[in-house]
T-cell receptor, first 110, second 112 residues
């Protein structure tokens, strides 16, 4: 059973397009996160939701909009994609303490 | 969150213990030491965490010095599958969830 799943695994799209990445967790956790790992391999937090409420919103362009329809899901919608958005995006979830990460979505903007 | 310092890379022979150091000299009294690893192209994986006592689980052992300014992650019998980037992270325990601030980590290469 997959604990934290993301779709799609790979996403190739052109500049200016709008795309969404979906995340689901079946761990019963209250908190979910989006992290971005760039080409230099640095992992950085983007957003965090607790019980569908936004609690962390890092300095991320407002082209990025997270949406949490329920506790088990946290989706990431990106408008007007730019070349610099190319990265691997990881979803994670936790209750307290340790976080469990999904397999990542590799986004390539051409 | 306190800053951590780790060596950029380390090598270990298969079957031997891998000892990964981490310095966190500015750690606060309420901050925990967490270890995660990221195997190539996969999501980070939680390994272990501790506050001040040494900890052990099925994956690894965590040794924290008495002054809490440094710690060592020990993989007792490293295998090729343990080749990964290991991240030492120091952060406060929060009930509503908090960010993990990842540094550059240590690239551990386990050699046959």
């Amino acid at each position: 059973d997959t604990a934290v799943s993301q779709t799609p695994k790979y996403l190739v799209t052109q500049m200016g397009n709008d795309k969404s990445i979906k995340c689901e967790q079946n761990l019963g956790h209250d908190t979910m996160y989006w992290y971005k790992q760039d080409s230099k391999k640095f992992l950085k937090i983007m957003f965090s939701y607790n019980n569908k409420e936004l609690i962390i919103n890092e300095t991320v362009p407002n082209r990025f909009s997270p949406k949490s329809p329920d506790k088990a899901h946290l989706n990431l919608h990106i408008n007007s994609l730019e070349l610099g958005d190319s990265a691997v995006y990881f979803c994670a979830s936790s209750n307290q303490g340790e976080q469990y990460f999904g397999p990542g979505t590799r986004l390539t903007v051409t | 969150d306190a800053k951590t310092t780790q060596p950029t890379s380390m090598d270990c022979a298969e079957g031997r213990a891998a000892n990964l150091p981490c310095n966190h000299s500015t750690i606060s009294g309420n901050e925990y030491v967490y270890w995660y690893r990221q195997i190539h192209s996969q999501g980070p994986q939680y390994i272990i965490h501790g506050l001040k006592n040494n900890e052990t689980n099925e994956m690894a052992s965590l040794i924290i010095t008495e002054d809490r300014k440094s710690s060592t992650l020990i993989l007792p019998h490293a295998t090729l599958r343990d080749t990964a980037v290991y991240y030492c992270i120091v952060r406060v325990w929060e009930t509503s969830g908090s960010r993990l601030t990842f540094g550059e980590g240590t690239q551990l290469t386990v050699n046959p």
